[in-house]
């Protein structure tokens, strides 16, 4: 009977060996597996993120060449010859033969003292003499009848 107790305490050591040798197989096999699962995952999200990119560039490039397309519409919409056209074609307006101007004072000047001569001269004009200012606006081709 001891005999047999020693003959089977010999057959568990292996046992127990192989079952700790085949636990760390199964172990490392699944740890490199996970490695290698995380990577390719990676590696998929990265392929994501480039078509991504990708497709965004492509539509900011899409974006811009309609923003340029705007701006030139918006330039040739607001041109002057083509509102003067219309304006002169559709609306019936013309130019004026004449330009008349009337230049008005502040309502703060106290008229007492627009009469009396300044003792000394000043430097600091606030008002721009009308007259010959828009005299010189109204001599300019823009404003002649064409």
């Not at 172990?27 to 993120?49: A, P, R, W």
């Not at 701006?71 to 033969?97: D, Y």
């Not at 009337?102 to 300044?118: G, R, S, Y």
Request: charged fraction near 20%.
């Amino acid at each position: 009977m001891i005999s047999k107790m020693f003959v089977e305490d010999n057959n568990q050591f292996p046992v127990k060996s192989q079952r700790i040798s085949f636990s760390f197989f199964i172990f490392f096999i699944s740890i490199v597996s996970l490695l290698v699962i995380g990577y390719i995952c990676s590696n998929i999200m990265l392929m994501k993120l480039g078509y991504q990119s990708i497709e965004l560039e492509k539509k900011k490039d899409e974006l811009m060449v309609q923003k340029y397309q705007l701006e030139s519409t918006v330039e040739n919409l607001s041109s002057l010859t083509r509102i003067e056209k219309i304006a002169v074609q559709e609306l019936g307006m013309h130019r004026p033969e004449r330009i008349e101007f009337i230049a008005m004072l502040p309502n703060n000047i106290v008229f007492d003292m627009m009469a009396q001569q300044p003792s000394t001269p000043e430097s600091d004009n606030r008002f721009i003499e009308a007259g010959s200012l828009f005299k010189e606006f109204a001599n300019l081709k823009i404003f002649q009848n064409q």
